[in-house]
DNA sequence: AATAGTTTTGCAAATGTTTTCATTTTGCCG
DNA sequence: CGGCAAAATGAAAACATTTGCAAAACTATT
């Protein structure tokens, strides 16, 4: 009847006589009585709540990974505080001290480009954090995710390989996407491996869209000059490519080879199968769930990182070059 | 110095001296305090979250919702409490009393269509709410979406109209799901008005996946007798639908019409454009989310709803039946 | 029936903040 | 420079809960 005996009946059941807690559960329903996870909070008691702060839901990619993360987050118990900073580190800084100030008992960040600030505090609250999509030895927090890198690398080492010399890039801006960027180290890399470069002009940085792809893509074949094939930094930027490329009746891969980088679901469906390279998404998410959850529960400092390989999957966007047949 | 002080000068500023002010931020700042939203809630004092419930964040649809939703919640001052039920209604449930727990200012919701237990939670704590998605005139909540009624009528009427007679239906399973029933009872009901109905056996039902609808019209087509038109519950699956008869050498439109539901991004940049009804997700997030802040800033019930208008959107995967040409 | 032990319950303090009220400080005017 | 109002600050109560400790209520043993 006393608050800490109901207090009791909640967290320490065994605690109680069975025939009070009886009691208790019956008045609970009666008053429609619903217990305050906040004043639970100031006790130092975790809050059950966990930090996700994405560039964006919007697109493919992360809305998989959201509910990867989230699905695992919630198999554990936790709920998940969801922000989004449209690719502004800044604003991203921001939400993580609001996210802070509801004393989430650990964070999710995308990818491991921060602000200096946003490390330090979480570095200073000692918050359990990990980094989610890309992964690095050498990054400051724990992360779990793919080599992006070497995702770019083993598209550009495939189209090279086909023996394309003339390949144009499109990816989304770089700048604050450390994703991208290494993606399109790697592509670099893997093409001057083989004594090539990406042509000056046909680099091209467009939205994250499908129709500023399609955009792009008619654009460039309205010159005079053609690449026989178009490394695109992920899989939406590639539909649009194609869907460019078909609606000015050029066919893919017999006029242009294209690729993306991802393996978004459906891109295994489409007709032509998408050649890309798989970032398993939910695979992510979920390890990364589960690594938090141990850190926050252990209340150990979050462990070792996971690296989940890319892989590159050849289907049917991809050919020699028509010349080099 | 005193905590009294500290508080005010965080959420009254303007009474305490500049100079004391001043000493307090560097403090804070020296010190890495961040203060404690949970002891600020247990004061009656807004915690600045909303409740959002989807069935899923995987699908394009939602996805977008949730995007837009979150970005007028945030910059409104809100953060949101994310979770998904996988179109169970008793997780739905259960989850929403989590949220009660963590003491939400508001709820959302996806759908008319919830368990009793949730209303009767949301109604007995008087918790502002909102549905987002679908739009009825006697739900019991305030609602902001479309009609999806209306939605599957019109895009009956558009098919029927161009003359086809025999027509197949793709929807997704349509328990537990009122946005997905309420389009395909339009559809029948457009069809019926054309005294016409769906044929026995034409009605599919799938999961909601490129990969399903694609292999489930694959069946279809390799029976003896076809459809002329294929209308799906969605553009998912009307994608799938496309990709399943590319893969079969068949044409759209020109031997099978087939038409989506939502107007997903990229359904107009897909060649052929998708022929579907616009259900505008960006505005339904944005106006729903408007809707929730002010009736808890406001501290009113919940105003009326919004019903924002299906659009039939034709493009090019429909047209008039071969036969009839 | 008294004792000892065990189980169950309640009391009170503590948590981090806000707010009301009282007190102190400041600034101004004569 | 004294007095007074206004401005700024602090003390204390309040919020809903948890928890250590003590009291009370049982149970079992003699």
Known sequence: MSPSTVSRSFNHPELVKANTRKKIDAAVRRLGYIRNRAAQTIHGIRSGTIGLIVPTIDHAIFAELVQSFSDA???????????????????EYALTRKMLEHRVDGMALIGIEHSEDTYG???????????????????????????NFEAGRLIGAHVSGLGHRDIATLFPPLAGNDRAQLRFDGVKQALHAKGLGVREGWTFETPYSVAA????????????????????????????????????????????????????????????????????????????????????????????GDLISPELVVRATSARPRSSV
Chains 1, 2 share one sequence.
């Not at 554990?76 to 449209?86: C, K, N, P, R, V």
């Not at 609250?125 to 724990?142: E, F, I, K, R």
């Not at 489409?270 to 141990?294: S, W």
Request: aromatic letters at 6%; charged letters at 20%; proline letters at 5%.
């Open 73 to 91: 987050v919630e198999e554990l118990g936790f709920t998940i505080l969801l922000a989004s900073h449209g690719y502004s580190l800044d604003r």
């Open 121 to 147: 505090l979480l570095a200073q609250q000692s918050m359990p954090s990990v980094l989610l999509w890309n992964y690095s030895d050498d990054a400051p927090l724990t992360c779990v995710g793919s080599d």
């Open 213 to 304: 792809a399609k955009k792009a893509i008619q654009a460039l074949i309205a010159t005079e000059e053609r690449p026989t094939a178009v490394i695109c930094g992920n899989d939406v930027l590639a539909w649009g490519v194609i869907h460019g490329l078909m609606k000015n009746q050029l066919s893919v891969p017999d006029d242009l080879t294209v690729t993306g980088i991802g393996d978004f679901k459906g891109s295994k469906e489409f007709e032509p199968g998408l050649t890309t390279v798989r970032i398993p998404a939910r695979q992510i998410g979920a390890q990364g769930a589960k690594r938090i959850v141990d850190a926050i529960v252990a209340d150990a400092p979050v462990a070792m």
